[in-house]
């Protein structure tokens, strides 16, 4: 892993993104191209969103991220906190950091959330899905909007009274799998909304085009192609 030159913000991607969507990518910030062998099975095994879950003041962390990120990370001085448990190769146990975590929620499977989690989200409202993959299927936007494309997620935080979009998950991209989900295609920084792949191939696009202009986003496609799941983008 190259030595990482200072920029204003980090992005933890997974290092399996076409070299294109890369490439957009590093025209907003450092890119930690995330990877891992052994220790979850192959087509989430670079998700940064199975390794880390990015509360309002820190990163909490898997304690069994590879050491070289852990150091990385520790260079930068950004606040991070250890997690409790492992992720490990079959689920549930390969989604304990898989939460959402907004400025007054806390969403995710309160029944296998990590613990070091629910410490550090004490002040927030706690809202219980059946979806462990909570922010592989959801992307967490301002003013309490959300867009999901589980409609199990959507049916709980539709009666929350939140203002949540639903949108098709076919065509989005996930290796050794049918598709993959939308939340996991995403990140989200500033008044930008990033997708890895572009929403005319996606059959609910100009529905999320037309959701995120009302939230006053703006829409950065990274590359010319169907959407990608790659376990979302983290920018700290």
């Not at 990590?114 to 550090?120: M, R, Y």
Request: charged fraction near 20%; proline fraction near 4%.
């Amino acid at each position: 892993m190259k030595e990482l030159d200072f920029m204003k913000n980090l992005i933890i991607t997974d290092k399996k993104l076409p070299p294109e969507a890369k490439d957009s990518l590093a025209k907003h910030g450092d890119i930690i191209e995330f990877s891992t062998s052994n220790i979850t099975y192959d087509a989430i095994s670079g998700h940064p969103d199975i390794f880390f879950c990015k509360t309002n003041s820190r990163l909490i962390i898997a304690p069994n991220l590879p050491e070289s990120y852990l150091l990385l990370l520790k260079e930068k001085n950004f606040p991070l906190v250890i997690g409790s448990r492992n992720v490990e190769s079959k689920y549930p146990s390969s989604a304990h950091y898989n939460a959402v975590v907004t400025d007054n929620l806390l969403i995710h499977n309160l029944k296998i959330t990590d613990k070091i989690i629910l410490e550090n989200t004490k002040e927030l409202t706690h809202i219980h899905l059946n979806q462990a993959y909570t922010r592989c299927n959801l992307l967490p936007l301002k003013n309490n909007s959300f867009i999901t494309s589980d409609k199990g997620v959507y049916q709980t935080l539709l009666k929350a009274k939140l203002n949540i979009l639903y949108v098709s998950p076919e065509y989005i991209l996930l290796e050794g799998f049918s598709n993959g989900f939308f939340g996991g295609a995403c990140g989200v920084y500033e008044n930008k909304v990033f997708i890895i792949g572009s929403l005319k191939y996606l059959s609910d696009g100009n529905k999320v085009k037309s959701f995120l202009k009302n939230l006053d986003y703006k829409i950065i496609e990274l590359y010319d192609g169907p959407l990608i799941d790659g376990g979302s983008l983290i920018f700290i």
